[in-house]
């Protein structure tokens, strides 16, 4: 079963443009991770923020987290074309006993150039 | 070292045969991990491995799939008597032995099954 549910599934902006994408899961978690994918590749880690953190950047990424609503958000900032793929939130799911990530479904992002 | 190596890229089957999936992680790391992906789905977990032992599977690892990592190295990934439900991507990731779980991944193998 999928842990984090992303929202919204498909995101299509301009360059230069900022996009938001949003994470919400289930389980009390140690961190929360954002990869990206591009198309038919493996996933790419991008950041990684622990549940005592509120938010974190990396470069032209922000993200934020709200523990208390069990839920993520990365903003990426002056989008560029290459930024289009699909990013996906991974929680560790501290009180699942489970010791591999969960993934969500993932939002697809298409920046036009 | 170049990241984590799976083989082979695509696989195209007839539905009743038997695959096998290689992964090769980066050589420091000591947790591997198998995934399957569908389109326009996130990964879904199928099975970890802690050096040689595999420590934990998902309930989607049916008894017609088994992996295994000889030597704490590679891993290998079996699907036998094939179904076109096994469609999808099958995506290997490797992490290292300390600090939180972050995930290295390959290509993926993706398989097909006629």
């Known amino acids: 079963s999928q842990q984090g549910e992303e929202d919204p599934q498909a995101l299509s902006i301009q360059e230069g443009e900022n996009a938001t994408m949003n994470c919400s899961y289930k389980t009390s978690i140690n961190n929360l991770q954002w990869y990206r994918q591009n198309s038919g590749r493996g996933l790419v880690h991008l950041i990684l923020?622990?549940?005592?953190?509120r938010e974190k950047h990396s470069g032209r990424l922000r993200v934020t987290l709200d523990t208390s609503k069990k839920s993520s958000s990365l903003l990426i900032t002056a989008s560029r074309a290459a930024d289009t793929a699909s990013y996906f939130c991974a929680t560790d799911g501290m009180d699942t006993g489970r010791r591999a990530l969960t993934f969500g479904s993932g939002t697809r992002l298409q920046v036009q150039p | 070292d170049t990241g984590v190596s799976q083989d082979p890229r695509h696989k195209i089957t007839k539905r009743g045969q038997n695959v096998t999936f290689r992964c090769d992680p980066i050589s420091e790391h000591n947790r591997l991990y198998w995934y399957r992906q569908t389109l326009g789905q996130g990964p879904e977990f199928l099975t970890y491995f802690q050096n040689e032992a595999q420590l934990e599977k998902s309930r989607l690892l049916s008894d017609r799939f088994s992996a295994e990592r000889p030597k704490g190295s590679f891993s290998t990934l079996e699907i036998q008597r094939t179904e076109q439900g096994d469609s999808a991507m099958y995506l290997c990731?490797?992490?290292?032995?300390?600090?939180?779980?972050?995930?290295?991944f390959g290509s993926g193998t993706r398989l097909t099954v006629v």
């Open positions: 990731a490797s992490s290292a032995r300390t600090g939180p779980v972050t995930y290295t």
């Open positions: 923020i622990r549940s005592n953190e």
